[in-house]
């Protein structure tokens, strides 16, 4: 092994130990007037990208207000950042009885 990738071997492994390199991106849909999947669960500084898939308009929306989409229209989609850990219920501003759960952890 040479130099040069023992030190990059090295350098990402300390990214790693860092948290840097760790965030996903989540991918979560809303379609049949539902969020899928209707919990999901994050770890703090991952992202999670709704795409609305019905005719229907949606948002994804916390009930405590800490994040929201915008109204997303069929086939368009919207990411949301999670800092901090915790358990968000979160619905659908136009269609309130669409409710899910993030969970950060
Ligand atoms: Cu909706």
């Known amino acids: 092994m040479t130099k040069f990738f023992k030190t ?14 760790h965030a996903a991106d989540i ?33 994804a929306t916390a009930v405590d207000g800490s994040f929201s989409t915008a109204t997303l229209r069929k086939g368009k989609s919207e990411t949301i950042a999670f800092d901090s850990a915790g358990t968000f219920a979160f619905f659908c501003k136009i269609h309130p009885g669409m409710k899910g759960t993030i969970v950060v952890q």
């Open 27 to 59: 991918k979560a849909d809303i379609q049949g007037m539902s969020f899928s999947p209707a919990t999901i669960t994050v770890s703090v500084g991952d992202t999670i990208t709704f795409t609305n898939r019905d005719g229907a308009p949606h948002t």
């Open 8 to 21: 990059l071997i090295t350098a990402s492994a300390v990214v790693c130990l860092a948290g840097i390199a």
